[in-house]
């Protein structure tokens, strides 16, 4: 039904992620790999959707409070561009992030 779609769906990203992350470590074979994910989007309110990229990854995954930063870095080019915000304010901040650790006793298996 729609669940199990919804649930595929989701999963598939996941995958996703892992292969393009396989394909850039082969591309880049003496490069250190990266310790962390970090994600924004509608997609990181699923809690399940996260800790089943963490577990895929064997990484933590960090999610910004604010899901949509790409807008958030869109609404500060603009106030650059219109002069209400300078280069360098740091008005806006770094968005605060949270983790999703892998979580060895409770993995997110299909």
Not at 62 to 80: F, H, M, N
């Amino acid at each position: 039904g729609p669940a199990e779609l919804a649930h595929a769906a989701l999963e598939s990203v996941c995958y996703q992620t892992y292969d393009l992350r396989e394909a850039m470590r082969a591309d880049w074979p003496g490069e250190k790999a990266a310790n962390v994910l970090r994600v924004d989007g509608g997609m990181t309110a699923s809690d399940w959707t996260m800790q089943r990229l963490a577990d895929l990854l064997d990484a933590p995954v960090d999610r910004p409070v604010i899901q949509e930063t790409t807008a958030l870095g869109a609404a500060y080019l603009a106030g650059l561009q219109a002069g209400v915000v300078g280069r360098g304010d740091r008005q806006l901040g770094d968005p605060p992030v949270e983790a999703v650790e892998v979580d060895a006793e409770r993995p997110c298996r299909p």
